[in-house]
């Protein structure tokens, strides 16, 4: 499994680091992943993005 970001999309809000510090860092105002999402709840944070920037791909 591999999490995705739309760094085009990603405006930089925080809130996937918020509710997931450790998979997703904000550097330069975009979200990076950092982490496997295994301690986070996926599906919380993908719809919890304004953009929709977060995808998860097999
Ligand atoms: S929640 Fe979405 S828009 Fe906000 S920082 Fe994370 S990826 Fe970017």
Do not use: R
């Not at 509710?19 to 990076?32: A, E, G, M, R, V």
Request: aromatic fraction near 4%; glycine fraction near 6%.
């Amino acid at each position: 499994m591999a999490i995705e970001i739309d760094l085009d999309a990603c405006v930089g809000c925080g809130t996937c680091e918020s509710l997931c510090p450790s998979t997703f860092q904000i550097q330069d105002d975009k979200s990076y992943v950092i982490g496997d999402g295994s301690d986070c709840d996926l599906e919380e944070v993908i719809n919890s993005c304004p953009t929709n920037a977060i995808s998860v791909s097999d």
